[in-house]
């Protein structure tokens, strides 16, 4: 069908997508200057995500902050599935969340989906799956995440939480819908075809562990959104709220087109790299410039096109006036590539250090984001059982 024509899927995806058409073939509405200003009025501010439109479409956005503002139960949800070091592309939507949860107050359940990397890899253990979710906790931490109020559900060793949630969405959902929402194929394993429902699960934890209906916002890629779907149709038939989304933007890889991939490691910045590494990968990369600086000048480039102007306006450049400056100085060919990559370079590498300095020292508090070591695990309870 038309989705996979523009290659979204939850294990593949292109950063460069007409996002319009995208956010119309999901049935998910644009992000307006009237779910912007609900924001700004409980939030006090708006993130410059927000106003760039780097979150630019969502479901119900504004339902939840309407119940957010009417003082109900709220949470965050959002989850990686370590299939290595996280890279810049990750931490993006964990930026923005992290903001929301700070302003809003509320907890979020991350989910570390290890048993998913594991079936949908071909090579890896499942050991080196889960200590990779540990080692993705450190930048949950580095980027200042609160332990008190973030819950981490690693599948592998935490199902036990999600179990009793995932026996009940699985009867609803037939081979033919996984199949049809997936793309599935008789060879795919069974682990992937099951896994789906432990993702479904967790929009539905916080209210079976506050026994309340709890509204929860999910912010993620829109290549997750297949999951959501899914999610939203069941939830009433369980008696549970569907949860909300937005969905930001994919961060582009640093070669010619699609996102930033662990799958391509030379096109994408790890927080691990030294910076002395990610700076040569910076300058290495793919541009929308001209191939020589002549014909820059004279033709000057095309910024909408070029990865490295992205990570300026996605992640690496707050001030919106300077924004606009590299912008026209780039289409008007005052700007050379190389001068941009350079001054990119050293922020991304000034980054590096302060956010390896931090998740350095997270080690020593990792514990403290693990759900097991905060809640207990919610029980399939009759209240006729003969058994305490
Ligand atoms: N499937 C996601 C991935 O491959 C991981 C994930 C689990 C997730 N739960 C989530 C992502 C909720 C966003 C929101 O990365």
Not at 46 to 53: F, P, Q
Request: aromatic share 10%; charged share 25%; net charge neutral.
């Amino acid at each position: 069908m038309e989705i996979e024509e523009i290659h979204i899927t939850p294990w593949e995806a292109e950063a460069f997508v007409d996002y319009e058409r995208l956010v119309k073939i999901f049935g998910a509405k644009p992000l307006t200057d009237r779910e912007v200003d609900m924001l700004a009025n409980v939030a006090g501010e708006v993130h410059v995500m927000i106003r760039r439109r780097v979150f630019y479409s969502h479901r119900d956005f504004d339902i939840f902050l309407e119940a957010y503002k009417s003082g109900r139960r709220c949470a965050l949800y959002t989850g990686r599935g370590p299939s290595g070091h996280t890279h810049l592309g990750h931490i993006l939507p964990w930026i923005f969340t992290k903001w929301l949860q700070d302003k809003l107050g509320l907890e979020l359940f991350f989910q570390m989906t290890d048993d998913e990397k594991y079936w949908h890899s071909e090579s890896g253990s499942l050991e080196e799956f889960n200590s990779l979710a540990y080692e993705n906790i450190l930048d949950l931490a580095a980027l200042g995440l609160d332990p008190s109020k973030t819950h981490v559900i690693i599948d592998s060793e935490d199902i036990s939480y999600l179990y009793p949630i995932a026996i009940k969405i699985a009867k609803k959902i037939t081979y033919s819908t996984q199949k049809a929402s997936f793309g599935f194929t008789d060879s795919t394993n069974i682990g992937m075809i099951y896994y789906p429902v432990l993702q479904m699960a967790v929009a539905f934890l916080p209210s079976e562990l506050y026994r309340d209906q709890v509204m929860v916002l999910i912010p993620a890629g829109i290549d997750q959104d297949p999951y959501w779907r899914l999610t939203r149709d069941i939830a009433p038939s369980l008696n549970y709220p569907k949860p909300a989304q937005i969905h930001n933007k994919l961060l582009p890889g640093l070669g010619i087109g699609g996102k930033m991939s662990s799958s391509k490691p030379e096109t994408a910045i790890y927080t691990t790299d030294p910076p002395d590494v990610a700076k040569q990968k910076i300058m290495k990369a793919f541009t929308g410039g001209q191939p020589t600086a002549q014909l820059q000048r004279k033709y000057g480039g095309n910024p909408d096109a070029c990865p490295i102007y992205k990570m300026y306006e996605m992640l690496f450049e707050d001030d919106d006036k300077k924004l606009l400056d590299r912008y026209n100085a780039c289409k008007t060919g005052n700007l050379l590539c190389g001068e941009c990559k350079a001054e990119l370079a050293e922020r991304v590498a000034k980054f590096l250090i302060n956010h390896q300095e931090r998740r350095g020292k997270a080690l020593n508090y990792v514990e403290k984001y693990l759900i097991r070591h905060k809640f207990d695990v919610p029980k399939v309870r009759n209240p006729n059982r003969n058994t305490k």
